[in-house]
């Protein structure tokens, strides 16, 4: 039944400050509705929709967790991206953003930052690979690529 989320929304404090922050990140915006407070952005071909909403100064943010995905031959390229953009790569799992993490389990490549507001973001690359479902580990992506070449010589033995 489900096919893909077409829209999800987030706070923030200052809605003129988002709507810079997430074009330079390539959205589109789509439609402001100043009286609302409320932006919304195209997200990719699919035109999957992100709302931003402004609360009010005294009120508090409610903080989320989101991912783009982007194609898997581009998310090598990813932390220099956000860095040419002004925006700063977060560490995560433990570990500093010198390049992709992968999520073993799934496996995905991912790299992940924060909005003006702290909202928690990720640059998301599904990867071709089987997920080791065993496995809640995090490692670079060199790690998983001599993972991937050194089991794949161990399956050419047998």
Sequence with gaps: MITSLYETHIQAANLERSIAFYQK????????????????????????????????????????????EVALEKIGKGIEWLRQSGIQPTPAFGREPVEPLVHTWMPAASIYFDDPDGNSLELIALLNDKPDASSHEVIYFSEWISKMHSSAGKENLN
Excluded: D, S, W
Aim: charge should be neutral.
């Design 25 to 68: 990140l390539g959205l589109e915006l789509a439609h402001v509705i100043e009286h609302r407070r409320r932006a919304f952005f195209y997200i990719g071909k699919g035109r999957q929709m992100l709302g931003v909403q402004e609360v009010e100064e005294n009120q508090e943010i409610q903080l989320r967790h989101y991912a783009f």
